[in-house]
């Protein structure tokens, strides 16, 4: 069975420092991956997604993620962390040729000004 | 609206008693999801709609749960003899294709409270 972990429930950093959220899959076969982030009272919003090809994704608000098949890892990035981005953030797993979504349990970010 | 909707945005409701959920998804998209968060947790899935039909029913817990589509459009979740353990936020989400591939676009759910 497919499954997603978050190590980190929360993470606390400043503003303009980087940031580096982990996130760890189990999955036979080449997985599609992805990063919502979710702020209070609102709904799930996709950061980014890797399906094939290239290794280090680009997303929105400046957010990557790299995959790396050898560490089962997709960690997301951001060099310069701004305030609003304190919100909730879902690493997922979502098999070829499935349909539904594995989410991993989340970290809460909160940024120090 | 250009957004999944879902209704109400609050739900709450004694123990044993029966509730309804609705999902509004985009317009044009064929395939419709249901999924469960609990307080601290991310969400679990609970079933899939590909037009009509129900395409993958595997994460309804019981059945207590069961939902429709019946026009391949609006979706609604409904629940019976509600338990305090049902209290979450369902959520709801919409995508054009299969989701090994393409955007599943999340609605902002529905928090049910069972007392």
């Known amino acids: 069975a497919q499954s997603v972990t978050q190590p980190d429930i929360h993470i606390t950093v400043s503003e303009g420092a980087s940031l580096e959220l982990r996130c760890n899959y189990s999955?036979?076969?080449?997985?599609?991956l992805f990063w919502y982030v979710q702020s209070p009272g609102q709904g799930l919003q996709l950061l980014l997604k890797?399906?094939?090809?290239?290794?280090l994704v680009q997303g929105i608000k400046g957010f990557e993620a790299e995959f790396k098949r050898s560490q089962s890892s997709f960690n997301l990035r951001k060099p310069s962390v701004h305030w609003s981005d304190a919100a909730e953030y879902f690493c997922?797993?979502?098999?070829?040729?499935?349909?539904?979504?594995?989410f991993g349990g989340g970290t809460r970010l909160m940024v120090k000004p | 609206g250009a957004g999944v909707s879902q209704t109400p945005s609050n739900k709450v409701t004694e123990k044993g008693k029966y509730v309804e959920l609705r999902c509004d998804p985009i317009?044009?998209?064929?395939?419709l999801y249901w999924y469960r968060q609990s307080l601290g947790q991310g969400p679990e899935f609970l079933i899939y709609f590909q037009g009509t039909g129900a395409a993958d029913d595997s994460g309804l817990p019981n059945d207590r749960f069961f939902a429709v589509r019946p026009e391949g459009s609006v979706s609604t979740l409904k629940i019976q003899r509600t338990e305090r353990g049902d209290s979450a936020v369902y959520l709801c989400a919409s995508s054009s294709t299969r989701a090994g591939g393409h955007e599943q676009f999340f609605g902002p759910g529905t928090r049910l409270t069972v007392l």
């Open positions: 999955y036979g076969a080449t997985p599609y």
């Open positions: 997922a797993v979502g098999p070829l040729g499935g349909n539904m979504l594995t």
């Open positions: 317009s044009g998209h064929t395939a």
């Open positions: 890797y399906f094939s090809g290239d290794t």
